[in-house]
C-alpha cells in the first residue's frame, strides 16, 4: 500500500498505462504526413493554465504508453528546440502522423506539443488536416 505521495501518483500513473501497448507491441504505420497545428491567440494564452493544471509525468506516460514515439532535438533551420510525436500504434486513427512544436528550451517544446496533442484530440485529422506535403 503506498504510503507516500509520490508512491500514489505512481501507483496511479501504473493503472492509467493498464491495457495500453506494451514496448514493440502493436507498433506499426509508414508515416503518412504532418499535422501543422497553429494555436489560436486564444490557446496560446491558456497555454500556461494548462501545463500548470497538469501532471507533466502522467501525461507523457499516457501518450508514450498509447504508442506515441516522443523525441526533442535541435532544430538548426529554426534555430529552436523541437519536440515531435509520431503514432505507431495499430489501430489508431493517427498511425503514422506526425505532430510538431517547437521552443527556446527542449522542456517547453515538450509541453507545447503535449498541449497540442491535447486538444488534437484521440483523432488528429478530425481537428486539423494533415499538412500539404510543399509545406513540411
Known amino acids: ?3 507516500t505521495k509520490k508512491e500514489r501518483d505512481l501507483e496511479n500513473t501504473k493503472r492509467s498505462w ?3 501497448p506494451r514496448l514493440g507491441e502493436e507498433s506499426a504505420g509508414g508515416f503518412r ?4 497545428y497553429d494555436l489560436s491567440d486564444a490557446q496560446k494564452a491558456a497555454f500556461p493554465d494548462w501545463i500548470e493544471s497538469q501532471d507533466f509525468g502522467d501525461v507523457l506516460g499516457w501518450y508514450v504508453a498509447d504508442g506515441c ?3 526533442v532535438k535541435m532544430d538548426a533551420k529554426s534555430n529552436a528546440f523541437m519536440a515531435s ?3 505507431k500504434r495499430v489501430g489508431s486513427p493517427n498511425t503514422g ?3 510538431t ?3 527556446a528550451k527542449p522542456l517547453l517544446a515538450l509541453e507545447r506539443l503535449l498541449y497540442i496533442l491535447a486538444l488534437l484530440g484521440d483523432d ?3 481537428t486539423q488536416p494533415v499538412a500539404n506535403p510543399d509545406r513540411w
Open 18 to 20: 493498464e491495457g495500453k
Open 33 to 36: 504526413g504532418f499535422i501543422n
Open 85 to 87: 510525436a509520431t503514432q
Open 1 to 3: 500500500m503506498a504510503t
Open 69 to 71: 514515439i516522443l523525441s
Open 101 to 103: 512544436a517547437r521552443a
Open 124 to 126: 488528429w485529422e478530425k
Open 97 to 99: 502522423l506526425a505532430v
